[in-house]
Nanobody
């Protein structure tokens, strides 16, 4: 099992930046990929970005160039791994709950989800 805890959300003005963090614990060595999705009120959950254990990244086309996903190397005792989402040039339409997700090597779909962190872009 994997536990995910997000942090770093908040209120930011349009054009500002924010960095989200997601701390993963549990079966760290079995994680194949981690990522971020977001869900705005009344809208479906949508992909933001993902990163594999090998460092390959994938972004929603509309967010390329503004959002960057990265990942810390596994801690020395394999107890925790952290994925980050650096967001810049934020727009009001980026307002959403941002959810961290992870999947294991043997899984086809992202299975583990955090509780989410609210990002609000407003003046």
């Amino acid at each position: 099992q994997v536990q995910l805890v997000e942090s770093g959300g908040g209120l930011v003005q349009p054009g500002g930046s924010l960095r989200l963090s997601c701390a993963a614990s549990g079966s760290i060595s079995r994680i194949n990929a981690m990522g971020w999705y977001r869900q705005a009120p009344g809208k479906q959950r949508e992909l933001v970005a993902t990163i594999t254990s090998g460092g390959s990244t994938n972004y929603a086309d509309s967010l390329k160039g503004r959002f960057t996903i990265s990942r810390d190397t596994i801690s020395r005792d394999n107890a925790e791994s952290t994925v980050y989402l650096q967001m810049s040039s934020l727009k009001p339409e980026d307002t959403a709950v941002y959810l961290c997700t992870a999947k294991l090597y043997e899984q086809l779909m992202f299975t583990f989800w955090g509780q989410g962190t609210q990002v609000t872009v407003s003046s």
